[in-house]
């Protein structure tokens, strides 16, 4: 009897943590003039919506999750501006119970091996690099801890000081779980496809499939729509570690609210995630590119972020970004945009991939924005992980070859 009723507290102590979207609501608003951009605008300032896809192109769809008490005052804004909106997903708590369920219901993996029919927990992770380093000549190493005190893993693959290093990484955002994903399928090739050999005689490659382990796992046990670290901080849990970077630090498109989710930290490198990384990355050599893997959205995007300015080898990162949305789009016609990420999504300062242009050494700097689930969830069903992550990694060849023919 006590212990039923122990087991009764606990499950509700354990559940009480559990987020759920009921009669949230994802609309799709298309702005096609500037004042429906400036609309759009003071809604992504306001922390409440939550914009699960974004730019600043009109005529282009923005993706926004709305809560139930805020619908009908976001609808009436909306018709008032005249702005052209559809209802994209009803009910998100439902479309999220139906991929918890296919991720339930998905084959069970051996321990040590991946496969790319659901998205793996951290320690199906940890496992596959684990059993890569005794069955390959690759490197598995931590780059330091988590917050909670996770492994930061990461493989490098290719070890010649000669060679030009390839620096890439997933899941800093967590609840992004493509981006993990299409790390994995990279290393997989890299390692275990022996027609691939080629790519690490001729590149280092250093991949840290899951830089914020806390966040991820939590976006599978508590709240799926979780972004930031699992810091603890006065009133709120968390930074959003691609605001913490210590290049331009605080600038635009950041927020001092510690509940908010693009949170830059109480200082820069405030959180163990990204103070490991970026200790981590200066300790290479010859880094010559870098891709924060994201979604969602389809961009193919680069420096500067913290403002509207261009960078300097802006031919050469354009040219060669655009090489990377061919080769993706050659596989079965998924489109990228190429460009600024200022100019097509908005200023954000503190990403990592204006550290790595700016600090990390890695002229050549991208944040890829994969696709993303529409109406289906924030990433697309597990069946269709496939068809992204071999058509990314076609994108990656490109980029893989461009640094190789430099
Ligand atoms: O806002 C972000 O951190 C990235 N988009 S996401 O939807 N995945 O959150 C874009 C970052 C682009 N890079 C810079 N602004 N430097
Ligand atoms: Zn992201």
Redesign the pocket.
Known sequence: MKGTALFVIFLAVASADIFRYDGYKVYQVIPTNEIHAEVLKVFRENEEYD?W??TNILGESVNIMVKPALQNSFVKILETNKIEYSILIDDAESVFQEERLRQTRAPKIEKGKISFDKYHRYEDIQAYLERLQVDYPVKVGTIGKSYEGRELSYIQIGDNPNNPTIVLDGAI?AR?WIAPAMALYLIQQLVENEEYAYLSENANWVIIPVLNPDGYEYTHTNNRMW?KTRSRGNTCYGV?A??NFGYVWGGL?TSSNECSD?YHGPYAHSEPEVAAFTDFVLGLNNVELYI?L????QWV?Y????DFILPDNVDDIHYLGERIADAIKSVKGTSYTVGN??IL?????G?S??WMKGAGGADLSY?L?LPGGGSQGFDLPASRIYDVVIETFQGILAAYEYIVEK
């Open positions: 914009f896809s974004k955002h992004e972004r959003d691609n605001r498109g693009i924060a994201h979604s969602y959205g995007i420096p500067w972020g913290y990420s200022a999504l908005y200023p954000a300062a990403c991939d204006d944040t924005e």
